[in-house]
Nanobody, 123 residues
Framework: QVRLVESGGGSVQAGGSLRLSCAVS????????MGWFRQALGQEREGVAS???????SYADSVKGRFIISKDYAKHILYLQMNSLKPEDSATYYC?????????????????WGQGTLVTVSS
């Protein structure tokens, strides 16, 4: 059974940093795409960052230069280091995975999802 469990959300002031983690279990594929999405109240879920089965990373323009996605392949943990946080980064953040090598920004292409972790950035 596949499980994705996020942690690391919380409240921080603008300019601060947080690191989100997503522990993955039950995946039998050695190389698969993983991504971070976020959804603010009343808004659609949007892609934030992704890492392909080969380790290539992609970022939304809104977070480029501030967020870093990485993966510990041995521990099967996905990270999202978020720096220089802004109030507009406030949202519930979800990690997602899908058994394909390459990633997409389309949320419904991801098969497995975590429960989400809330990030609140105050000004």
């Amino acid at each position: 059974q596949v499980r994705l469990v996020e942690s690391g959300g919380g409240s921080v002031q603008a300019g601060g940093s947080l690191r989100l983690s997503c522990a993955v279990s039950g995946y039998t594929y050695s190389s698969y795409c993983m991504g971070w999405f976020r959804q603010a109240l009343g808004q659609e879920r949007e892609g934030v960052a992704s890492i392909s089965g080969g380790g290539s990373t992609s970022y939304a323009d809104s977070v480029k230069g501030r967020f870093i996605i990485s993966k510990d392949y041995a521990k099967h943990i996905l990270y999202l280091q978020m720096n220089s946080l802004k109030p507009e980064d406030s949202a519930t953040y979800y990690c997602a995975a899908t058994p394909t090598f390459y990633c997409t920004w389309t949320a419904n292409r991801y098969r497995d999802w975590g429960q989400g972790t809330l990030v609140t950035v105050s000004s």
